[in-house]
Each structure stands twice: as structure tokens, then as C-alpha cells.
């Protein structure tokens, strides 16, 4: 039937038109954004999950950061620690040379004054970002012997978890300025025969002489600077067990958020190939969507001969 007043043909053409205009209208939206999903009025469920992944690799992004602070400062530790075995081994050999009799032990004392002034300026310089294990103050209020590297960032069903990796610096530190407690190096011990309290850090042998009770006293000496040795290489090599632990955490997490962004990419990114091809036929489809429009609106003209 041919009506006047209501053109089928153009409504029908003008409805695939329009539906042809918003399918070309999207395409271009996700070649111009590089978005398959955008908006949550794209796929809600999607725009949810990749907004969520999006923050935790921004939190992940923050802990990797946190290894690297921790990992300078374990790395200031270490290299501190192992240049202080290198002054208290000179010590050690300073002390068994000294116990050849008749040799000059006060000028070999001399020689350890150096070695141990040292040993405080290392100790005090192994500070990083404020943070400094080897030289402490256990009295202090806000004293805490366990310290922790932020490790990993976790979402669970029951919330966010944060991972940690924990060092104990009670084992490591060389100097405690409390009263009550002591480092490898302010450690004391009583000489047998003397009674001298003394510590690697404050040791003087300035006085001792040939005697038997002298020497056994020297040889006591020597044993507790080679404890404080045996003590400092089993901290430097807890110091570098956590150091290799951060190291392989870093590697990790850049993995694992390399993982996350290639999860989001599946689920959100646009495939170009498929949108460039989708265009084409989508522009093809518009010009013969307008020119369907333009026959069916200009088939009316036809009904104006019937009445000639």
C-alpha cells in the first residue's frame, strides 16, 4: 500500500541510518581513545575489574618503590659492615703481632686508637634516608628492633594485605648507645688476670708486658676480637640473604605488574586492525544508508502521477 502520510520505506531506512551513524560514532570513539571499553556504559563489568587492576598496579608501583628504599638502605648496611670487618681484622692482626715479646705495644696501640676511631666514624656514617642499623639507641622510645621492607601489595576477599619483609638489627648493630644494651663492638669482656673491662671498640693493650698473666690476658684479648669478627660475618651475610631476597621481590613484582597490564589490555584495549576494518564497512554502509534514505523519500514523488 502507498501512503501520503506515512512512508514505511524511509522510517525503515532512516532506522538503519541512524543505527549505522552510532555503530560508526563507537568505532570511531574506540580508534580515537584506543578503548574497546572506556566508560562503564561500555561494559560495566570490565570498566570495573580494569579501574580496580589500574589502582592496584599504581599501589604496586609504590612498593616497588619502597624495595628500592629498602633495598639502599640493607645495600649501606652491608657495604658499612663489611668494611668494618676489614678494620677489626687489621686489629686482630695488630693484636697477634703484638704479643711477639719485646715488640712496642704502645705504639701499636697507637695504631689500633686509628683503626678503632675507625670503626665509629663507619658505624656513624651507615645512615640512609635517617635510617641507620649499625649505630643505635636501643633506649630510645621510638626504638624498634625489627625493620621492615613493604614487600607486596595483596587484595583478598577479606580486604588488603600488605607483605613485609623483616630484619632484625639486634644481630647486626655495632654500636647501642643504651645502658643496657650492646652492639658487636661495644660488647664487653673482663680480661682474666687484669680484671680490665674492655670491648673492641675500646681495647688498650698499652700497659701489658711480657708476663705470662699479661700475655694470657693479650690472648683473651685476641679471642674476643675474633669472636667480634665471626659475629660481623654472620650479620653481613643475614644483611645480604635479605638484600637477595629484595632483589628477587623486585624482579617479581615488575613481572607481576607487566602481567596485570597485560590482563587489562584484554580486557579494555581496542584491536586497531579489527576497528580500521570495522570503519570502512561501517562509512560504506553510511553512503548507501543515505542513499537508501534519498530512494525512499523520493518515492512518494511517484503516487503524484496517478493523479495527472
Same mark, same amino acid.
Given at each position: 500500500?502507498s501512503?501520503?502520510r506515512?512512508?514505511?520505506?524511509?522510517?525503515?531506512?532512516?532506522?538503519?541510518?541512524?543505527?549505522?551513524?552510532?555503530?560508526?560514532?563507537?568505532?570511531?570513539d574506540?580508534?580515537s581513545?584506543?578503548?574497546?571499553?572506556?566508560?562503564?556504559?561500555?561494559?560495566?563489568?570490565?570498566?570495573?575489574i580494569?579501574?580496580?587492576?589500574?589502582?592496584d598496579?599504581?599501589?604496586?608501583?609504590?612498593?616497588?618503590?619502597?624495595l628500592?628504599l629498602?633495598?639502599a638502605?640493607?645495600?649501606?648496611?652491608?657495604t658499612?659492615?663489611?668494611?668494618?670487618?676489614?678494620?677489626?681484622?687489621e686489629?686482630?692482626?695488630?693484636?697477634?703481632?703484638?704479643r711477639?715479646p719485646g715488640?712496642?705495644?704502645?705504639?701499636?696501640?697507637?695504631?689500633i686508637?686509628? +683503626? *678503632?676511631?675507625?670503626?665509629? !666514624?663507619i658505624?656513624?656514617? @651507615?645512615?640512609?634516608? %635517617?635510617?641507620n642499623? /649499625?649505630n643505635?639507641?636501643?633506649?630510645a622510645?621510638s626504638?624498634?628492633?625489627?625493620?621492615t621492607?613493604?614487600a607486596s601489595f595483596?587484595?583478598?576477599?577479606?580486604?588488603?594485605?600488605?607483605g613485609?619483609?623483616?630484619i632484625n638489627?639486634?644481630?647486626?648493630k655495632?654500636?647501642?648507645?643504651s645502658?643496657?644494651?650492646?652492639g658487636i663492638l661495644d660488647?664487653?669482656?673482663?680480661?682474666?688476670?687484669?680484671a680490665?673491662?674492655?670491648?673492641?671498640?675500646?681495647?688498650?693493650?698499652s700497659?701489658?708486658?711480657?708476663?705470662?698473666?699479661?700475655?694470657?690476658?693479650?690472648?683473651?684479648?685476641?679471642?674476643?676480637?675474633?669472636?667480634?669478627?665471626?659475629?660481623m660475618t654472620t650479620?653481613?651475610?643475614?644483611?645480604g640473604a635479605a638484600?637477595?631476597?629484595?632483589? +628477587? *621481590?623486585?624482579?617479581?613484582i !615488575?613481572?607481576?605488574t607487566? @602481567?596485570i597490564?597485560? %590482563?587489562?589490555?584484554? /580486557?579494555v584495549?581496542a584491536?586497531?586492525?579489527?576497528?580500521?576494518?570495522?570503519?570502512?564497512?561501517l562509512?560504506v554502509?553510511?553512503?548507501l544508508?543515505?542513499?537508501?534514505?534519498?530512494?525512499?523519500?523520493?518515492?512518494?514523488q511517484?503516487?503524484?502521477s496517478?493523479?495527472?
Amino acid at each position: 500500500m502507498s501512503s501520503i502520510r506515512t512512508n514505511f520505506a524511509a522510517m525503515t531506512a532512516l532506522q538503519t541510518l541512524n543505527q549505522t551513524n552510532k555503530m560508526l560514532e563507537q568505532t570511531q570513539d574506540r580508534i580515537s581513545t584506543g578503548y574497546r571499553v572506556s566508560t562503564a556504559a561500555d561494559n560495566a563489568a570490565y570498566w570495573s575489574i580494569a579501574t580496580t587492576m589500574r589502582s592496584d598496579n599504581k599501589a604496586l608501583s609504590a612498593v616497588k618503590d619502597a624495595l628500592g628504599l629498602g633495598k639502599a638502605t640493607i645495600d649501606v648496611a652491608y657495604t658499612a659492615l663489611d668494611k668494618s670487618i676489614d678494620v677489626v681484622t687489621e686489629i686482630k692482626a695488630k693484636l697477634v703481632a703484638a704479643r711477639e715479646p719485646g715488640v712496642d705495644r704502645t705504639a701499636i696501640q697507637a695504631e689500633i686508637d686509628e +683503626l *678503632q676511631n675507625q670503626l665509629q !666514624n663507619i658505624a656513624q656514617s @651507615a645512615s640512609f634516608s %635517617g635510617e641507620n642499623w /649499625l649505630n643505635v639507641d636501643s633506649s630510645a622510645t621510638s626504638y624498634n628492633s625489627t625493620k621492615t621492607v613493604v614487600a607486596s601489595f595483596t587484595r583478598t576477599s577479606t580486604g588488603i594485605q600488605i607483605g613485609t619483609i623483616s630484619i632484625n638489627i639486634d644481630s647486626v648493630k655495632l654500636f647501642d648507645a643504651s645502658a643496657t644494651a650492646t652492639g658487636i663492638l661495644d660488647k664487653t669482656a673482663t680480661t682474666p688476670n687484669g680484671a680490665v673491662t674492655y670491648s673492641v671498640a675500646t681495647l688498650d693493650i698499652s700497659t701489658l708486658t711480657d708476663s705470662a698473666n699479661d700475655l694470657q690476658d693479650l690472648e683473651a684479648i685476641i679471642g674476643t676480637v675474633d669472636t667480634a669478627i665471626s659475629d660481623m660475618t654472620t650479620a653481613a651475610s643475614n644483611l645480604g640473604a635479605a638484600k637477595q631476597r629484595v632483589d +628477587l *621481590q623486585s624482579d617479581f613484582i !615488575n613481572s607481576l605488574t607487566d @602481567a596485570i597490564d597485560r %590482563g587489562i589490555s584484554q /580486557l579494555v584495549d581496542a584491536d586497531m586492525n579489527a576497528e580500521s576494518t570495522r570503519l570502512k564497512a561501517l562509512q560504506v554502509q553510511q553512503q548507501l544508508g543515505v542513499q537508501a534514505l534519498s530512494i525512499a523519500n523520493s518515492s512518494s514523488q511517484t503516487i503524484l502521477s496517478l493523479f495527472r
